[in-house]
């Protein structure tokens, strides 16, 4: 088993910025791909970004892309999301997310561990 702890979140204004983190416990992280997604009040659940088990490879929706920095650091048992430029419709909940295989996936039902979220919040 893995555990997933979110932290980082807030309430900032648009183009602002935040450093959401991800800790885990329990099973090594080091061989399995993580991901970040988030839901929005009324939305479905959908990938913002997601990274492989070395680092070495990355994905962002496109709604994120040039703005959001995926990143990992096994030896922290850690991954991160570098969220910059925010705008008012990146509010939501966003969750950490690790699955038992290395490579990425950009489908939620691949992820087997999920932690419970931690909200942004961005005032316009």
């Known amino acids: 088993q893995v555990q997933l702890v979110e932290s980082g979140g807030g309430l900032v204004q648009a183009g602002g910025s935040l450093r959401l983190s991800c800790a885990a416990s329990g099973r090594t992280i080091s061989t399995k791909a993580m991901g970040w997604f988030r839901q929005a009040p009324g939305k479905e659940r959908e990938i913002v970004a997601t990274i492989n088990y070395s680092g070495g490879s990355t994905y962002y929706a496109d709604s994120v892309k040039g703005r959001f920095t995926i990143s990992r650091d096994n030896a922290k048992a850690s991954m991160y999301l570098r969220v910059n430029m925010l705008k008012p419709e990146d509010t939501a909940v966003y969750y950490c997310?690790?699955?038992?295989?290395?490579?990425?996936?950009?489908?939620?039902?691949?992820?087997?561990?999920w932690g419970q979220g931690t909200q942004v919040t961005v005032s316009s």
């Open positions: 997310a690790a699955r038992n295989s290395g490579s990425i996936s950009y489908s939620g039902y691949d992820y087997a561990y």
